[in-house]
């Protein structure tokens, strides 16, 4: 016989060849119902991990997280709020200059915005691929960077040359915020696979300051990328200064920021729902054992075994049931998430013909676990209670 003895018996109450063929069942079901929520779980979670991940690579890396700027676009880059330093989530802080323009090629007319950017920012030209950025963005030369997608819509190539026309800043003031047009050459032509492949127009700072007109050091406004850019509390850093308007990302991309935590929400509302479902079986097939076995309880305790191991006899048999469902179904998603190829075939069947990302994190399969062993426990309790609560001599006395 194994020691302890509350592990033999809770481990011989759960699985041997004597147990009927409906007590075999109903632990079958509670060990699937475990495995199925905690896959659907972990492969749900992993793909908005994924999807989390490539919108923070693909989007967040070139756009900014915050934007300090005011209600004019310009401000005296002087005046730089240094109570934003406070803020431990900054990672880059630089000073930018930006604004909507009308392009002209030929017959093509379309919208695209400026971003005047200093060549020395190696790190922001890195994101996107522009490696020898003192020729393409040379101060002497109005040269430009155009989007991919943007230069389509064009039929541009790089060398030729198009038409920006920038708007006057205040419709009061027509003769000192005049029309300003120029002939730019492209020098370059950007492919981030996002959306700013559609607008964006790359220029060296300097010559942006001047085509657009900015007063001697002046800037649009300031730059912020976070650490975590999911982690913003922008009420905060307007609290620091309020004589800036402060935006960030979430004002153009929250909804879809939005969609990712409710799907997270809705994910974790039927994980509970499943381990409910789980958990009755459990107290079920618990309570089963505890009815089938009074009488053996009654003689245990009566030699001498005191209630406590009794009680661990059952913690035994549902944390058992816990921790075999938690590994078949921890195994089966850690499969399909590595199986990536049969998982999107899979969803391209049932769903959409979507490339699925995924990013699995080992912290949040452990949560999760974690979580259902606890709600196992906690589906013990009853029938716990109901085996301790009788005496022997009254159960016995009964037979």
């Known amino acids: 016989m194994y020691k302890p003895i509350y592990i033999f018996i809770g481990l011989r ?32 979670i992993s793909i908005i ?15 900014p997280h915050v934007i300090i700027t005011s209600k004019s676009r310009s401000v005296n880059k002087l005046h730089f709020p240094k109570e ?29 915005e400026i971003i005047g950017i200093e060549a020395k920012n190696k ?42 026309i920038v708007l006057p800043f205040s419709k009061r003031n027509l003769l000192k915020n005049y029309l300003n047009i120029r002939l730019f050459t492209i020098t370059g032509i950007f ?38 850019p999911f982690i913003l509390n922008v009420q905060k850093i307007k609290k620091l200064n309020k004589n800036f308007i402060i935006l960030d990302w979430k ?32 107290v079920t097939s618990l309570t089963m054992n505890v009815l089938d076995k009074k009488n053996n309880i009654s ?37 399909l998430i590595f199986q990536k190829d049969f998982l999107n075939f899979l969803i391209k069947i049932f769903f959409i013909d979507i490339e699925i990302p995924i990013k699995v994190l080992p912290i949040q399969i452990l949560i999760i676990n974690l979580i ?6 906690l589906s013990t309790l009853y029938p716990i209670w109901y085996a301790i609560k009788s005496t022997p001599a009254r159960i016995l006395s009964d037979e």
């Open 49 to 63: 991990n994924g999807f989390q991940n490539k919108f923070r690579n693909d989007i967040l890396s070139f756009i």
């Open 84 to 112: 934003i330093l406070k803020l431990k989530n900054i990672e880059q802080i630089t000073d930018f200059v930006s604004k909507k323009v009308i392009i002209e090629n030929k017959n093509e007319i379309n919208i695209g």
């Open 13 to 44: 109450y759960l699985w041997n060849p004597h147990l009927p063929n409906f007590k075999k069942i109903i632990t079958i079901l509670s060990i699937l119902g475990i495995s199925v929520g905690i896959s659907s779980t972990i492969i749900t």
């Open 251 to 282: 004002m153009k991309k929250g909804e879809f920021f939005k969609a990712m935590q409710i799907e997270k929400y809705i994910m974790l509302f039927f994980f509970i729902l499943i381990l409910l479902v789980a958990g009755f079986n459990i």
């Open 123 to 164: 790190k922001i030209l890195e994101n996107y691929g522009i490696k020898n950025s003192s020729y393409t963005l040379n101060s002497r030369k109005y040269n430009i960077i155009i989007g991919s997608e943007l230069a389509k819509k064009l039929h541009v190539h790089i060398n030729d040359k198009i038409k920006l």
């Open 299 to 335: 003689i245990f305790q009566s030699q001498g075994l005191s209630r406590y191991k009794i009680m661990l006899i059952f913690v035994v048999l549902g944390s058992t049931i816990s921790v075999v469902g938690n590994l078949v179904g921890t195994i089966i998603s850690i499969i």
């Open 372 to 377: 259902s062993v606890f709600f196992t426990i």
């Open 191 to 228: 492919s981030t696979n996002n959306e700013v492949d559609e607008y964006q127009i790359l220029m060296n700072q300097k010559n942006a300051l001047n085509f657009l007109n900015y007063d001697k050091y002046h800037i649009t406004g300031w730059r912020i990328w976070l650490k975590d």
